[in-house]
């Protein structure tokens, strides 16, 4: 297989577990879910699905467990939707670049901030 293909496939299957996952009905599913990037093997028989989860610690751990109890679920949309001779075993894995790029985002703010703010005047100067 052509890594152009396998990416090409790492695309419709982003698509398709995208707008399967936000169909799901599940009560653990409770923080905000963004598939960021699929990784597919060059034979088309494994794809790792990256997500970003947003919401409180206890929730994005609720929602990983609620997405791998779905897997099986999941793989069979994609199967179904795709029409692929044999559906890609699938992998969810939590994507930490986004929250990475927040966190130093914040890191910067802080920084600026620190810079911007004027320096009191020592004590007993007059201004």
């Not at 936000?22 to 990784?39: G, H, M, Y």
């Amino acid at each position: 297989m052509s890594q152009a293909r396998a990416g090409r496939v790492g695309e419709a299957i982003k698509e398709v577990v995208s707008e399967t996952v936000r169909r799901l009905k599940d009560s653990r599913i409770t923080a905000l879910v963004s598939v960021t990037d699929v990784e597919v093997s060059r034979d088309l028989r494994h794809a790792k699905v990256f997500v970003s989860l947003y919401g409180e610690q206890d929730d994005v751990t609720q929602t990983l467990e609620g997405l791998q109890s779905a897997i099986k679920f999941i793989r069979g949309e994609v199967a179904r939707t795709l029409q692929l001779r044999t559906a890609p075993t699938l992998q969810i894995v939590q994507d930490p670049s986004l929250s990475h790029g927040a966190h130093i985002h914040a890191l910067l703010s802080q920084l600026k901030q620190e810079r911007e703010e004027p320096e009191s005047p020592a004590a007993g100067e007059d201004a």
